[in-house]
């Protein structure tokens, strides 16, 4: 096992910045989900932890010792690519030992190794066929093989199930998390796909932009976004947004949006209260509510209830997600499937603020957030 520590991490192709002062730490056994969309440096963070791309700024430490200088050979990292890297021409159990035949191990230690990671990942069977012979789900565990006979301190992989089809990425999510419980091995793990974020990691680094925009374990992401960004990338669907303003009157606070006015709960009214942008007893914010967390009824409005049309319902067997019009703002919610909703149908809608999120509109932090 290692620990590993970014610290100040840079990385820039000319002019480009592609990897902005990351600093994050990676703990002994743990498995870390570096998640983000396309172009937002989380590979290029692992290439740079791997040693397959420079450091332009910052250290790379990994038990301590700095390795920015450090051939990727010699910093006793597997990694696992996203198109698996195996050789085609090659039985899988040349594959496998491909890493050990490089370090000249004795024949017969390979072989104990090579037939002692195969029983741990189910392809015993396989080890004699060819690499064009395999599903896309044997290879991928080929690749993961030669990455475990290696034994290493760490274990990188850069979108390792992007190439599967849905049913199969959901059976080796599930057998990769076992296997990193099982060997215990410190892993970072880099994926664009954050349902694969929320059931994997131990702890999340969403990034954007070359930006860590949060840390934290995948409930606290999910409760506590530290800004908009994460709101709306971790979570399916994403949180619905919309534009408000908060206002005092009496020595209470409310919040006026687009469809309805509710009074602030004393606890988070006096947390907003404080924020030094308020002018003349106004606060414009934007307001976030997870689709789980927005009520639905027929019948007679009540008092902290809307009535909206519903535009859309979208069937999942197990949910509906329920599009509804509120005005010119349009809200998700998921409800059971066996609600009565039926599409153009006139709901109540209830928002409780203790659920809803509260964003700077200007640089999009959350006004909540410790």
Known sequence: ?????CVNLSKRYGDALAVDNVNLTVEEGEFLVIVGPSGCGKTTTLRMIAGLESVSGGEILIDGQVVNKVEPRHRDIAMVFQNYALYPHKKVFDNIAYPLQLRRVAKEEIRRRVTETAR????????????RQLSGG?????????????QPRLFLMDEPLSNLDAQLRVQMRREIIHLQRQLHITTVYVTHDQVEAMTMGDRIVVM??????????????????????VA???????????????EGDGGSLYLQTGFARYPVPPEIGSRLAANPKWD???????????AEEVGLTLGRARPGEVQGVVDL?????????????????MLLARARPDVAIRETAQVQVNLDLAHVHFFDPDGGASLLAA
């Open 1 to 5: 096992m290692a620990r590993v520590d």
């Open 120 to 131: 741990l990942l189910g392809i015993e069977h396989l080890l004699e066929r060819r690499i």
């Open 138 to 150: 044997e290879r991928q565990r080929v690749a993961l093989g030669r990455a475990i006979v290696r």
């Open 208 to 229: 954007r932009n070359g930006l860590v925009q949060q840390i934290g374990d995948p409930v606290m992401i999910y409760q506590r976004p530290a800004n908009q960004f």
């Open 232 to 246: 709306r990338f971790i979570g399916s669907p994403p949180m619905n947004l919309f534009d408000a303003y908060l």
């Open 280 to 290: 003349a007893g106004r606060l414009p914010v934007v307001c976030g509510v997870r």
């Open 313 to 329: 319902i979208e069937p999942l067997g197990s949910d509906n997600y329920i599009s509804v019009a509120l005005g010119k703002e």
